[in-house]
């Protein structure tokens, strides 16, 4: 079975300050991991992806993940928040041993960026 | 490409009346994933399709819920009867076989009243 653990409903954070969003997962192989974004009323929007290599991954709008395969860890961040990178973002993972290639998602962590 | 295409993008209906969505995935992709989000329960995958043939549907949650994919250009999810705890927004996404990651549309947001 696979899982995705978002363990922070919401983080705060000051604009121009650095951000980082949690996630943490479970596979029985190896992991094919996922960061998205929602807008309000708006669907999910793919950021990033992790599936094999370098450990740090850069993703659209300046955001960066970093897998850590003994933590089983696959944080999201930013050197320098922006309001408008307020939303909602997931965590999602599939398993490679997973036949049949479904995304799991986390609950979701809601970061608000301030003035 | 337009990308995902779902409608309507939102759905008032009656308890016990039935609500079809619609769903139009991205030209060329091989699956198609119906999700269903609400607060208490996040983001649920309740049927996938490849290549137009259902292949996980234990996400359904019971008979009243069921999904078609007649041609590759198009997938339905229907509730019949609904009632108020099917109240949700429902994404569809769709994913090529050489993508690792789905592309996701805007969402349906049903009320059942």
């Known amino acids: 079975a696979q899982s995705v653990a978002q363990p922070e409903d919401q983080v705060n954070v000051a604009e121009g300050n650095p951000l980082t969003v949690k996630c943490t997962y479970s596979v029985s192989g190896n992991p094919y991991l996922f960061w998205y974004v929602q807008y309000p009323n708006r669907g999910l929007q793919f950021l990033l992806k992790?599936?094999?290599?370098?450990?740090l991954v850069k993703g659209s709008y300046g955001f960066e993940a970093e897998f850590n395969k003994s933590q089983t860890s696959f944080h999201l961040k930013k050197p320098s928040a922006l309001v408008s990178d307020s939303a909602l973002y997931f965590c999602?993972?599939?398993?490679?041993?997973?036949?049949?290639?479904?995304?799991?998602f986390g609950g979701g962590t809601r970061l608000m960026v301030k003035p | 490409d337009a990308g995902v295409i779902q409608s309507p993008r939102h759905e008032v209906t009656e308890m016990g009346q039935e609500v079809t969505l619609r769903c139009k995935p991205i030209?060329?992709?091989?699956?198609l994933f119906w999700y269903r989000q609400t607060m208490m329960r996040g983001l649920e995958l309740l049927i996938y399709?490849?290549?137009?043939?259902?292949?996980?549907d234990s996400g359904m949650p019971e008979d009243r819920f069921s999904a078609k994919m007649p041609n590759a250009s198009f997938s339905t999810l229907k509730i019949q009867p609904s009632e108020p705890r099917d109240s949700a927004v429902y994404f569809c996404?769709?994913?090529?076989?050489?993508?690792?990651?789905?592309?996701f549309g805007q969402g349906t947001r049903l009320t059942v009243v």
């Open positions: 399709f490849n290549n137009n043939v259902p292949i996980d």
């Open positions: 996404a769709s994913r090529s076989g050489q993508d690792y990651e789905a592309f």
């Open positions: 992790y599936i094999t290599g370098d450990n």
């Open positions: 030209s060329g992709h091989d699956y």
């Open positions: 999602a993972v599939r398993d490679t041993d997973n036949a049949g290639n479904m995304l799991t």
